[in-house]
């Protein structure tokens, strides 16, 4: 049973580009969410997608965005890169939606540099 | 609004010899609490986790108390291992609405034979 997948494993993007990171949900699970852990730092929430739609948003503007397609796997886009934006990128998965992050699923995450 | 305070690391012990990581944490109600662990490459494991006030997680050795009246959520094991190397995140559960992971900063932990 394959766990929580993520791609690619590391990403080197330059100021102003735009970015897609990917992930796919443990079997079974439909629920995704997606964490920035800066370098030194503890994960921070992004956003939360369930049956195709966001349903929570962290701290985060606008240049983050997602989408989560049928088959419950999710994107995140990221545009106008900041420097700032260099971390890991975690996706973690559950299953039903808002009261499940009891039961994250986490992936190895995929390393962002912004240069 | 919602925090959790970590022990700052990084933390190097011998094996065999006794740790503890403190955590509190800032919250509205009584949230569930956790302790994650990353090792090196990998993505966070949840290492164990308390829903209610006096409840005791524990895991692998590792055991965490949650006591409202001092709002910590303490990691402790007797005995590390060399193998115990990873860097510890304590996290809780928001509520009211808006459910997610709020974690520390996390603590590294270095094991030497």
């Known amino acids: 049973d394959a766990g929580v997948t993520q791609s690619p494993t590391h990403l080197i993007k330059t100021r102003g580009q735009q970015v897609t990171l990917r992930c796919s949900p443990k079997?079974?699970?439909?629920?995704v969410s997606w964490y920035q852990q800066a370098l030194g730092q503890g994960p921070q929430f992004i956003f939360q997608?369930?049956?195709?739609?966001?349903?929570q948003r962290g701290n985060f503007p606008d240049r983050f965005s997602g989408h989560q397609f049928p088959n419950y796997s999710s994107e995140l886009n990221v545009n106008a890169l900041l420097l700032g934006d260099s971390a890991l990128y975690l996706c973690?998965?559950?299953?039903?939606?808002?009261?499940?992050?009891?039961?994250?699923?986490f992936g190895s995450g995929t390393q962002l540099s912004v240069l | 609004g919602n925090s959790v305070t970590q022990m700052e690391g990084p933390v190097t012990l011998s094996e065999e010899a006794f740790l503890t990581i403190n955590c509190t944490y800032t919250?509205?109600?009584?949230?569930?609490l956790f302790w994650y662990v990353q090792y090196p490459g990998e993505g966070l494991q949840l290492l164990l986790k308390?829903?209610?006030?006096?409840d005791k997680g524990s895991n692998k050795g590792f055991e965490a108390t949650y006591r409202k009246e001092t709002t910590s959520f303490h990691l402790e094991k007797g005995s590390v291992q060399v193998s115990d190397s990873a860097v510890y995140f304590c996290?809780?559960?928001?509520?009211?609405?808006?459910?997610?992971?709020?974690f520390g900063k996390g603590t590294k932990l270095t094991v030497n034979p």
């Open positions: 973690a998965s559950s299953l039903g939606g808002l009261s499940t992050n009891e039961k994250l699923f």
């Open positions: 079997s079974g699970h439909d629920t």
């Open positions: 997608y369930y049956e195709e739609e966001e349903r």
């Open positions: 919250a509205t109600g009584y949230p569930s």
């Open positions: 308390a829903t209610k006030a006096d």
């Open positions: 996290a809780h559960l928001t509520q009211g609405g808006s459910e997610k992971l709020v």
